[in-house]
Structure formats: structure tokens, C-alpha cells
């Protein structure tokens, strides 16, 4: 009710003793429902359908549907191209949404020597099938070079790329009419990065604030309030023509202001630094 469109489950959530999937899909509903009545809002909540068995998946997916909720999730490389295509078949048949989690890609993405770069893993879900994958953010602790990230962002949602080999694009894509993909920007990011966020991604991408809804001070509503406010007043500076690379911090103040959430989200989150080097690079 706080304002922030979907929750989620983790990618290491399935079906473990302490939360088996029929438990947690029916009370999730629950919750939806609920908080869709209180807000007027379309309200989902990424259930996490990754099992051992593409019909297991399946399974899940159904129940899902069954249930009337909008989206699942998948884990994509954990459960193999093959299930996922599979998977996103289905929803896209019976008008769920897919959220793709990219679990396990540094396995494969993060050794120069013989690994295979994440721009390659993200060209082969858009073949697969699904419908906004994490991407990495530029900002917060998943950082990459901006010119690289937006490289395998354009390559996800875009019809048509042209040749750019300073962003990593070695040859010119043309998608003809395959449905694109929304980037996901998620980890480690809060209400300061918004500015950033809203210029780097745009508006056809998901911004995930995990930890920068849950740790706010007050609580998991302020949490979401403190994020929508900073995204509105964001995009509405945008909007009007304000250059937030340059004024983006003082959009965020002025808006905190009339917010005593985000005002107290803007404290909390003031001295939080990543002390990461950059991790996707060409």
C-alpha cells in the first residue's frame, strides 16, 4: 500500500520445508488482493516457480494463474534454456507476466579467460522468452561501466541496434519482430540513486528496492512511499526538462521536504557507499 507495484520472492526461494510453494503462493494472493482493494492499484508479487522439473514448473504456473495473479519468476540459467522457454510459452499463453532472475551468471559471466560475457546470456533470453530480466544497475552494489550495461539494456528491449563497439555491441542486431525484454535494475540501490536511475534506464525498465524499502526506519510502507516519491519527483523534473545528471540530489531534496518518508529515507541512506570496482566491463 506504500506505492511500489510488485514484491518478490528471492531466487533461492522454491519450495524448502519452511515455505512450500502452495503456502506461500496462497497466502502471496492473499496479500495482492488485499492491498489492491486499499490502493485501486494492480498490485503482483514475482512467484518464484523454479523446480526441478519443467513439469513441476508448469505445476506452479497453473496454480498461479488459478489463483489470478499477474507474474512468476524463473531463474533462468539455474533452470536451463530449454525449461524456460517452456515456462515462458506458458504464461505468455495464459497472460502471465515472467520475471526473469539471472542466479548463477557470475559463474559463467565473471571470468575473462573462457567465460561468456552476460550481453551473450541476455541476447539468449530474449530468444528464450520472458519479460524484464535483471541487468544490472550502473549505480548500487551490482555497478558496471554505463556504456556496457546500456550495450546489453539496448540489446534486450530495443527492435533494432546499430554496430557500437565502445558499448560492447560488435555487430548490428535486428530483432525483426521478436517481443523485447525490460531491463531490471535491482541491488543495492535507494532513494539517492533515483536520479541516476531515472536517467540511465528510462522508462521501460523495473527498479527493484529491496533493502532500500525494507531498511528504512520506519518501516516497509514508509520504505515504498519514500521510493515512489523520489521516482514521481524524478521523473516529473525529467519531464520538465531538468537535467538530473546535473540537479538530480536537489530534486531529491525538494522533494523530501513535503515527504517526511523519503526525508527520513534520505537520512538513512546519505553515507551508504559500495566499495566494489566495476564488475561488467567489456
Not at 541476455?122 to 548500487?140: C, Q
Not at 523530501?256 to 529515507?265: F, V
Amino acid at each position: 500500500r506504500g506505492g511500489l507495484d510488485f514484491t518478490k520472492d528471492d531466487e533461492n526461494v522454491n519450495s524448502q520445508p519452511f515455505m512450500r510453494w502452495r503456502d506461500r503462493f496462497l497466502f502471496v494472493a492473499e496479500a495482492i488482493f488485499k492491498s489492491q482493494a486499499e490502493t485501486g492499484e494492480i498490485k503482483g508479487h514475482y512467484l518464484n516457480a523454479t523446480a526441478g522439473t519443467c513439469e513441476e514448473m508448469l505445476k506452479r504456473a497453473a496454480c498461479a494463474r488459478e489463483l489470478g495473479v499477474p507474474i512468476i519468476m524463473h531463474d533462468y540459467l539455474t533452470g536451463g534454456f530449454t525449461a524456460n522457454t517452456s515456462l515462458a510459452h506458458y504464461c505468455r499463453d495464459n497472460g502471465l507476466l515472467l520475471h526473469i532472475h539471472r542466479a548463477m551468471h557470475a559463474v559463467i559471466d565473471r571470468q575473462k579467460n573462457h567465460g561468456m560475457h552476460f550481453r551473450v546470456l541476455a541476447k539468449a533470453l530474449r530468444l528464450s522468452g520472458g519479460d524484464h530480466i535483471h541487468a544490472g544497475t550502473v549505480v548500487g552494489k551490482l555497478e558496471g561501466e554505463r556504456d556496457v550495461t546500456l550495450g546489453f539494456v539496448d540489446l534486450l528491449r530495443d527492435d533494432y541496434i546499430e554496430k557500437d563497439r565502445s558499448r560492447g555491441i560488435y555487430f548490428t542486431q535486428d530483432w525483426v519482430s521478436l517481443p523485447g525484454v525490460l531491463p531490471v535494475a535491482s541491488g543495492g540501490i535507494h532513494v539517492w540513486h533515483m536520479p541516476a536511475l531515472t536517467e540511465i534506464f528510462g522508462d521501460d525498465s523495473v527498479l527493484q528496492f529491496g533493502g532500500g524499502t525494507l531498511g528504512h526506519p520506519w518501516g516497509n510502507a514508509p520504505g515504498a512511499v519514500a521510493n515512489r516519491v523520489a521516482l514521481e519527483a524524478c521523473v516529473q523534473a525529467r519531464n520538465e526538462g531538468r537535467d538530473l545528471a546535473r540537479v538530480g540530489n536537489e530534486v531529491i531534496r525538494e522533494a523530501a521536504k513535503w515527504s517526511p518518508d523519503l526525508a527520513a529515507a534520505c537520512e538513512i541512506w546519505k553515507e551508504i557507499k559500495f566499495e566494489y570496482e566495476t564488475i561488467d566491463t567489456l
